[in-house]
């Protein structure tokens, strides 16, 4: 017997500039959650394909809903086409385990550079950003909001659910104060 599978809800459109469109049926709040390992592993390709590799193609998002609206979102820094590359490369973006799993990254990113609540989760030096793995545990997890971003309440509410669950007390990063 054979089965067929399901179409994928992410289809994959090329321009001639080499810019690449994902076209999304569903929402960014409805991607599924993602493994807290995977989000470690694309955190890390992030930190050495950031520093070494050139910026790679841009990336645009459609996010079609099904009452017709839609939620666009470009990757246009080249840091974040960068980490997507990696995630691509690894992954791949044309599912939407791949795509919760980038989108996680660039939230995750978006929330550390813009929550001062954050800062004491994370430790930084001129090689890599290192962040506590309460962080990557609810970013795994977490919610994304219509934008594809984490709300920063919610968020922060998640990380400190896990720093006080059992077994979820972890050495903060080097030269971080609690």
Same mark, same amino acid.
């Given at each position: 017997?054979?089965?067929?599978? $399901?179409?994928? $809800? ?96 660039? #939230? ?6 813009? #929550?001062?609540? #954050? ?19 609810? #970013? ?32 903060? $990063? ?5």
């Amino acid at each position: 017997m054979q089965t067929v599978d $399901p179409p994928s $809800p992410v289809r994959v459109g090329a321009a001639a500039d080499g810019s690449l469109c994902y076209l999304v049926d569903m929402e960014p709040g409805a991607l599924p959650p993602v493994l807290k390992r995977d989000l470690e592993i694309a955190w890390q390709a992030a930190n050495v394909r950031g520093a070494l590799a050139p910026p790679d193609v841009a990336r645009a998002f459609r996010f079609c809903r099904p009452d017709g609206s839609v939620t666009d979102f470009a990757v246009a820094d080249s840091d974040a086409r960068s980490w997507a590359s990696a995630v691509d490369r690894a992954i791949g973006l044309h599912t939407n385990y791949g795509l919760s799993l980038c989108l996680r990254l660039l #939230a995750l990113v978006d929330l550390l550079a813009r #929550a001062r609540s #954050a800062a004491r989760l994370l430790s930084v030096d001129r090689q890599k950003v290192e962040v506590h793995p309460s962080v990557l545990r609810a #970013a795994a997890c977490a919610p994304l909001d219509d934008t594809g971003r984490f709300d920063e309440a919610r968020f922060m509410t998640r990380v400190s659910e896990f720093l006080s669950s059992p077994g979820g007390i972890y050495a903060l $990063p080097a030269g971080v104060r609690a």
